[in-house]
């Protein structure tokens, strides 16, 4: 179901965690909520959740407002219709495999008979067949997960809220369930809001991510927007790795800003929507897959190409990181492939093509 | 701030404005209201009655029903005690002993906490027993069977020693044989403390040491000592506190040799020989709680800065100091402190419960059969008084772990997982009763519920009132203890899959909290049992308790039925550990 937040704003004392904004999930689709710790993005899901009580605002899901505080409206967790997954698991140790997810239909007093039916279904879509029986401490984080999924997709929820679902777990078993857990999204068409601090998790599930900052929304849109098109240095920062290299406008060449850093490196990047003026202080953002290492100078590149020196390989398999280092400015290089092309103190060509490089104030 | 200004929001929204706004009016303060009756029944319990005894200590006059004339004050009452030479004796006395005590218990505590710790010493678990089963008899008890042993002139030991022409004498009545008394009874806690930091400690911290070339002695006395150091500090503090406030024991080891302490002199004032001021020792009872309080703060200032101990370990057995040959010498040094403790005390308890008179003349006669009787059990079990405090001891300690662990339950449960405005408060005002001696909690209720118009003085009423309020810190600090554990989300989760308030509370919190409810009841029970210095400003005939019958008893020099009253009293607190314990291990058999 459609989940509208307007102007929602929640204070801890003078400490504003959510301040004033606007979210719209349509049915179906998975919003993912990114930002560091005291972002304000697990305030804004336990405001939907109805575990907190906004200052401000409003929040409706489907056509049922369920929180509007001004108008005296701010329904209890257990009147939301809503189905949660907690970094904890919270999976009740006193209970089964089949009581813990059985619990919200014997709230929502089902017959036994349906019940029975309901739970081994989601034990199945969740790969938990056969440990309905199970005492829930039994179980390892991959499967508490799994029960922890199974017992709030039982009832039907409204929307699925997802508190960072996947940290505690390791990594091979975060990358596996993450998939699961989109797939299984998709296939029951569920509405969900996802929290994570974890930039990898957000791009390889979001329909939609907002990356927050200090209460605030700091850039929406769908994964490729966010990572290609980072509005600030922050959000740059955030998804995935960049080069953030400070230079200052020197000039303007047809569609081109001529830069210059601290380093008296010259840079050419293309210009965007964003206007500079001459000697303006900016930051370059640029990403390590999108910088080039080469023996000889490329034919035909005559600018954003300089020599320099290999400072640390780190050969990964499927990709090697290099620290380069330019007239002492450190360059972090990726170089796709599962062959290692250069070594330690070995002197490259570093090669930037203009229009990889986003100019972004400061 | 919103686009629409709060005004316009709240106006343009409900159709029925005043209904609403009542409704926002209880969802907003609705918590004060709930959090209301409990302030009441604390201050009741505990606030009203502290007031009622500063209030007194600054007055001339007998406490009546709730009157209070501020013109009054005056500091007389404290200008006499600090001019009188029996407080100054009595303070010295009180802290002399109890450091000497401390001591004492200090080394005994930590070495057998290092012993079953750090050592590859046989018989680990025997040991770990006997160091804490004194904690189940209490002091007092023990104080009394060592007053047998150590009298100097009827003392068995020194019949024994005279018997083997030894020319010493052993005098338990004396601030050496407190001090001894003092430290036998109270090792446990420290041992408690001591260990339980031992065992929390990361054995990386003494691996990395021994990696650094020291040997394991360097590294006991380098590492591991340093670390424990807060530990033992504070409980060290602890059983300061604990013998400075202690009644029963220096009254039974110290009147004999009319040796004077801070809590027997408070005693004489409100029940010994005539003249008795009441508000004299009040303001006394005020003196020993500043002292107290001072050692509590430091006490508290030592266990804040102890984090870096308690790092949990990965379930790894730290190394072990070998003790080689000194194995069976080491173990012997702990079977010598529970023979001391426990075995020796409770010898002669039996041994005198069997006997007609008290007095053993020489070795002979100690082992001789031709004095023993059963007439002490007879004279004992046939006193109604006996069966009445028996009955009331076991009812009342029912009765206030089952009312009071329901109490301390719902107070945990407001300071630990709701949002209630002043719950912060509350929680202070429960750990108030630590700082109280129990004599003085015992002349504070007096007062207090004398002087309202409820008719509980005289009936068991009084005393079930003051034990529920007595050990408020202990019991809430046991259901807290579990409380705390619960991971909040536990109960998110049940209020997201549809489960309103008090349906989480009963199929989530209360199942998973019911281990700590249950270690409260039972702790509050056996605490209950133990309970003599409150009790004794606060019994008539008809409420008496064991404790306090005992007492009686040896103050009235009836020696004979003194043990076997103790005896009884032990096996009441004896049948309470051991069922509790088959308890748990069917609970947590039931868990697996």
Same mark, same amino acid.
């Given at each position: 179901?459609?989940?509208?937040?307007?102007?929602?704003?929640?204070?801890?004392?003078?400490?504003?965690?959510?301040?004033?904004?606007?979210?719209?999930?349509?049915?179906?689709?998975?919003?993912?909520?990114?930002?560091?710790?005291?972002?304000?993005?697990?305030?804004?899901?336990?405001?939907?959740?109805?575990?907190?009580?906004?200052?401000?605002?409003?929040?409706?899901?489907?056509?049922?407002?369920?929180?509007?505080?001004?108008?005296?409206?701010?329904?209890?967790?257990?009147?939301?219709?809503?189905?949660?997954?907690?970094?904890?698991?919270?999976?009740?140790?006193?209970?089964?495999?089949?009581?813990?997810?059985?619990?919200?239909?014997?709230?929502?007093?089902?017959?036994?008979?349906?019940?029975?039916?309901?739970?081994?279904?989601?034990?199945?879509?969740?790969?938990?067949?056969?440990?309905?029986?199970?005492?829930?401490?039994?179980?390892?984080?991959?499967?508490?997960?799994?029960?922890?999924?199974?017992?709030?997709?039982?009832?039907?929820?409204?929307?699925?809220?997802?508190?960072?679902?996947?940290?505690?777990?390791?990594?091979?078993?975060?990358?596996?369930?993450?998939?699961?857990?989109?797939?299984?999204?998709?296939?029951?068409?569920?509405?969900?809001?996802?929290?994570?601090?974890?930039?990898?998790?957000?791009?390889?599930?979001?329909?939609?991510?907002?990356?927050?900052?200090?209460?605030?929304?700091?850039?929406?849109?769908?994964?490729?927007?966010?990572?290609?098109?980072?509005?600030?240095?922050?959000?740059?920062?955030?998804?995935?790795?960049?080069?953030?290299?400070?230079?200052?406008?020197?000039?303007?060449?047809?569609?081109?800003?001529?830069?210059?850093?601290?380093?008296?490196?010259?840079?050419?990047?293309?210009?965007?929507?964003?206007?500079?003026?001459?000697?303006?202080?900016?930051?370059?953002?640029?990403?390590?897959?999108?910088?080039?290492?080469?023996?000889?100078?490329?034919?035909?590149?005559?600018?954003?190409?300089?020599?320099?020196?290999?400072?640390?390989?780190?050969?990964?398999?499927?990709?090697?990181?290099?620290?380069?280092?330019?007239?002492?400015?450190?360059?972090?290089?990726?170089?796709?492939?599962?062959?290692?092309?250069?070594?330690?103190?070995?002197?490259?060509?570093?090669?930037?093509?203009?229009?990889?490089?986003?100019?972004?104030?400061? | 701030?919103?686009?629409?200004?709060?005004?316009?929001?709240?106006?343009?929204?409900?159709?029925?404005?005043?209904?609403?706004?009542?409704?926002?009016?209880?969802?907003?303060?609705?918590?004060?209201?709930?959090?209301?009756?409990?302030?009441?029944?604390?201050?009741?319990?505990?606030?009203?009655?502290?007031?009622?005894?500063?209030?007194?200590?600054?007055?001339?006059?007998?406490?009546?029903?709730?009157?209070?004339?501020?013109?009054?004050?005056?500091?007389?009452?404290?200008?006499?005690?600090?001019?009188?030479?029996?407080?100054?004796?009595?303070?010295?006395?009180?802290?002399?002993?109890?450091?000497?005590?401390?001591?004492?218990?200090?080394?005994?505590?930590?070495?057998?906490?290092?012993?079953?710790?750090?050592?590859?010493?046989?018989?680990?678990?025997?040991?770990?027993?006997?160091?804490?089963?004194?904690?189940?008899?209490?002091?007092?008890?023990?104080?009394?069977?060592?007053?047998?042993?150590?009298?100097?002139?009827?003392?068995?030991?020194?019949?024994?020693?005279?018997?083997?022409?030894?020319?010493?004498?052993?005098?338990?009545?004396?601030?050496?044989?407190?001090?001894?008394?003092?430290?036998?009874?109270?090792?446990?806690?420290?041992?408690?403390?001591?260990?339980?930091?031992?065992?929390?400690?990361?054995?990386?911290?003494?691996?990395?040491?021994?990696?650094?070339?020291?040997?394991?002695?360097?590294?006991?006395?380098?590492?591991?000592?340093?670390?424990?150091?807060?530990?033992?500090?504070?409980?060290?503090?602890?059983?300061?506190?604990?013998?400075?406030?202690?009644?029963?024991?220096?009254?039974?080891?110290?009147?004999?040799?009319?040796?004077?302490?801070?809590?027997?002199?408070?005693?004489?004032?409100?029940?010994?020989?005539?003249?008795?001021?009441?508000?004299?020792?009040? *303001?006394?009872?005020? /003196? &020993?709680?500043? +002292? =107290?309080?001072?050692?509590?703060?430091?006490?508290?200032?030592? %266990? !804040?800065?102890?984090?870096?101990?308690?790092?949990?370990?990965?379930?790894?057995?730290?190394?072990?100091?070998?003790?080689?040959?000194?194995?069976?010498?080491?173990?012997?040094? *702990?079977?010598?402190? /529970? &023979?001391?403790? +426990? =075995?020796?005390?409770?010898?002669?308890?039996?041994?005198?419960? %069997? !006997?007609?008179?008290?007095?053993?003349?020489?070795?002979?006669?100690?082992?001789?059969?031709?004095?023993?009787?059963?007439?002490?059990?007879?004279?004992?079990?046939?006193?109604?008084?006996?069966?009445?405090? &028996?009955?009331?001891?076991?009812?009342?300690?029912?009765?206030?772990?089952?009312?009071?662990?329901?109490?301390?339950?719902?107070?945990?449960?407001?300071?630990?997982?709701?949002?209630?405005?002043?719950?912060?408060?509350?929680?202070?005002?429960?750990?108030?009763?630590?700082?109280?001696?129990?004599?003085?909690?015992?002349?504070?209720?007096?007062?207090?519920?004398?002087?309202?118009?409820?008719?509980?003085?005289?009936?068991?009423?009084?005393?079930?009132?003051?034990?529920?309020?007595?050990?408020?810190?202990?019991?809430?600090?046991?259901?807290?203890?579990?409380?705390?554990?619960?991971?909040?989300?536990?109960?998110?989760?049940?209020?997201?899959?549809?489960?309103?308030?008090?349906?989480?509370?009963?199929?989530?919190?209360?199942?998973?909290?019911?281990?700590?409810?249950?270690?409260?009841?039972?702790?509050?029970?056996?605490?209950?049992?133990?309970?003599?210095?409150?009790?004794?400003?606060?019994?008539?005939?008809?409420?008496?308790?064991?404790?306090?019958?005992?007492?009686?008893?040896?103050?009235?020099?009836?020696?004979?039925?003194?043990?076997?009253?103790?005896?009884?009293?032990?096996?009441?607190?004896?049948?309470?550990?051991?069922?509790?314990?088959?308890?748990?291990?069917?609970?947590?058999?039931?868990?697996?």
């Amino acid at each position: 179901m459609k989940l509208v937040i307007e102007n929602l704003t929640k204070k801890f004392g003078e400490f504003v965690a959510v301040d004033n904004i606007n979210i719209v999930v349509e049915t179906g689709k998975l919003l993912v909520l990114l930002g560091p710790s005291g972002c304000g993005k697990t305030t804004t899901l336990r405001c939907i959740a109805g575990f907190e009580k906004p200052d401000s605002g409003r929040i409706t899901i489907g056509d049922k407002v369920v929180a509007d505080p001004l108008n005296g409206i701010n329904l209890p967790p257990e009147k939301r219709g809503l189905g949660m997954v907690f970094q904890s698991y919270a999976i009740w140790p006193h209970l089964t495999v089949f009581d813990n997810v059985a619990y919200g239909l014997r709230m929502r007093k089902w017959p036994r008979a349906k019940i029975k039916e309901r739970v081994e279904e989601m034990l199945e879509l969740t790969g938990l067949q056969g440990l309905g029986a199970r005492p829930a401490p039994m179980l390892s984080g991959g499967q508490m997960q799994r029960v922890a999924l199974a017992r709030n997709l039982a009832y039907n929820p409204d929307v699925l809220l997802l508190d960072e679902p996947l940290s505690n777990l390791d990594f091979k078993l975060r990358e596996r369930l993450r998939f699961e857990l989109r797939e299984i999204q998709l296939r029951i068409g569920i509405t969900a809001v996802y929290v994570t601090h974890d930039q990898s998790e957000a791009v390889a599930l979001a329909d939609e991510i907002i990356l927050m900052k200090e209460g605030l929304i700091e850039q929406r849109g769908t994964a490729e927007d966010i990572y290609n098109k980072p509005k600030s240095a922050y959000v740059a920062d955030f998804i995935g790795s960049a080069n953030l290299i400070p230079a200052v406008v020197k000039g303007e060449e047809s569609n081109c800003y001529m830069l210059e850093t601290p380093e008296k490196l010259q840079i050419h990047a293309i210009k965007s929507d964003l206007v500079f003026n001459h000697g303006q202080s900016v930051k370059l953002v640029m990403r390590p897959e999108n910088i080039y290492l080469s023996k000889k100078k490329p034919d035909g590149w005559s600018i954003n190409s300089w020599q320099g020196d290999v400072v640390v390989p780190s050969y990964l398999g499927t990709q090697t990181r290099y620290v380069v280092s330019l007239n002492g400015r450190r360059f972090f290089v990726t170089m796709l492939g599962s062959s290692q092309a250069f070594h330690a103190k070995e002197k490259v060509y570093v090669n930037i093509p203009p229009e990889e490089i986003q100019v972004l104030t400061e | 701030m919103p686009d629409i200004p709060a005004e316009t929001a709240a106006s343009h929204g409900p159709r029925n404005s005043k209904d609403n706004k009542l409704l926002i009016i209880l969802r907003n303060y609705g918590g004060f209201w709930i959090i209301l009756p409990m302030f009441l029944v604390l201050i009741f319990l505990i606030v009203y009655p502290y007031f009622i005894l500063i209030y007194g200590s600054f007055t001339d006059e007998p406490p009546r029903q709730l009157s209070f004339s501020f013109q009054a004050l005056t500091l007389e009452k404290y200008r006499l005690i600090f001019a009188s030479t029996q407080f100054w004796v009595a303070l010295k006395n009180t802290l002399i002993t109890s450091l000497g005590g401390m001591i004492f218990a200090l080394i005994i505590g930590v070495w057998l906490a290092w012993l079953t710790a750090r050592t590859d010493i046989i018989g680990k678990k025997i040991i770990g027993l006997a160091a804490i089963v004194p904690l189940f008899l209490p002091a007092f008890i023990g104080a009394l069977a060592w007053s047998y042993l150590g009298s100097p002139r009827v003392g068995i030991i020194n019949v024994f020693l005279r018997e083997f022409g030894l020319p010493f004498t052993f005098n338990i009545y004396s601030l050496w044989g407190i001090m001894f008394v003092f430290g036998l009874y109270y090792t446990p806690y420290v041992y408690m403390f001591t260990s339980g930091s031992l065992n929390r400690m990361d054995p990386a911290l003494e691996e990395a040491s021994a990696i650094a070339g020291a040997s394991n002695w360097q590294t006991t006395f380098r590492v591991t000592f340093p670390l424990i150091l807060p530990a033992i500090t504070s409980s060290a503090i602890l059983v300061y506190i604990l013998m400075c406030e202690v009644f029963a024991v220096p009254a039974i080891l110290g009147q004999p040799a009319k040796l004077y302490f801070v809590p027997t002199v408070i005693y004489n004032w409100v029940r010994g020989a005539p003249p008795h001021d009441l508000n004299l020792a009040s *303001a006394m009872g005020i /003196l &020993l709680i500043v +002292v =107290v309080s001072i050692l509590l703060y430091i006490q508290s200032r030592i %266990l !804040r800065k102890r984090s870096f101990v308690t790092v949990a370990g990965k379930g790894i057995r730290p190394k072990v100091v070998s003790l080689r040959w000194a194995r069976i010498p080491c173990f012997i040094t *702990a079977l010598l402190y /529970l &023979l001391v403790a +426990v =075995v020796l005390p409770y010898t002669v308890l039996i041994q005198s419960a %069997l !006997r007609d008179y008290l007095y053993i003349p020489n070795v002979a006669a100690f082992f001789s059969s031709a004095t023993m009787s059963l007439k002490n059990f007879q004279s004992v079990l046939n006193d109604s008084l006996f069966w009445t405090a &028996l009955w009331n001891t076991i009812s009342m300690a029912v009765f206030v772990g089952i009312v009071g662990g329901g109490l301390y339950l719902i107070i945990s449960y407001m300071i630990h997982k709701t949002k209630l405005p002043g719950r912060e408060l509350l929680n202070y005002i429960c750990i108030l009763p630590i700082a109280v001696a129990g004599l003085v909690k015992g002349m504070a209720y007096l007062w207090a519920w004398i002087s309202l118009p409820i008719g509980i003085y005289g009936t068991v009423w009084i005393l079930i009132l003051a034990y529920i309020s007595r050990f408020t810190p202990q019991g809430l600090r046991a259901v807290s203890s579990s409380m705390v554990q619960i991971h909040p989300e536990l109960e998110e989760a049940s209020r997201i899959s549809g489960c309103g308030v008090m349906g989480t509370i009963w199929k989530i919190l209360f199942p998973l909290v019911k281990p700590g409810i249950f270690s409260a009841v039972t702790l509050v029970m056996l605490l209950c049992v133990r309970e003599l210095s409150t009790s004794i400003f606060l019994y008539t005939s008809k409420s008496i308790v064991m404790t306090v019958l005992v007492y009686d008893l040896w103050e009235s020099g009836q020696w004979g039925p003194v043990a076997v009253t103790a005896l009884c009293l032990s096996l009441v607190l004896l049948g309470l550990v051991t069922l509790t314990r088959i308890v748990l291990k069917s609970e947590l058999a039931g868990q697996k």
